[in-house]
């Protein structure tokens, strides 16, 4: 082995022919190989904390009402030209 480089864990996948050309249709629309797309979608399902785009959002609503503050006033309707509510009871 040459001095700098290193060895990469291995696991073996056994894919029925359908998903393996899903995995080869997403690698390529990515731009990667499929062991690179395999171990991004496996870092973003697997991973036990929030993204750090998620945490960056955190305190940024100051206006946004929490869940424990009940007595927080909810915003008023808004009426959206061209959107029309349905009420379940005019259906019956």
């Known amino acids: 082995m040459e001095a700098g480089s290193h060895t990469m864990p291995?696991?073996?996948l056994y894919l029925d022919e359908a998903t393996?050309?899903?995995?080869?249709?997403a690698a390529?629309?990515?731009?990667?190989?499929k062991s690179r797309w395999?171990?991004?979608?496996i870092r973003k399902h697997a991973a036990h904390e929030w993204p750090q785009d998620c945490l960056g959002l955190a305190g940024r609503f100051a206006d946004f009402p929490l869940r424990e503050d009940s007595s927080a006033p909810l915003p008023a309707d808004v009426s959206v030209p061209g959107l029309q509510w349905l009420n379940w009871h005019d259906t019956a």
Do not use: C, N, P
């Not at 390529?28 to 190989?33: E, F, L």
């Not at 395999?38 to 979608?41: G, L, S």
């Open 10 to 12: 291995r696991i073996t």
């Open 20 to 25: 393996q050309a899903l995995v080869e249709q």
């Open 28 to 33: 390529k629309a990515h731009g990667m190989s």
């Open 38 to 41: 395999v171990a991004e979608i």
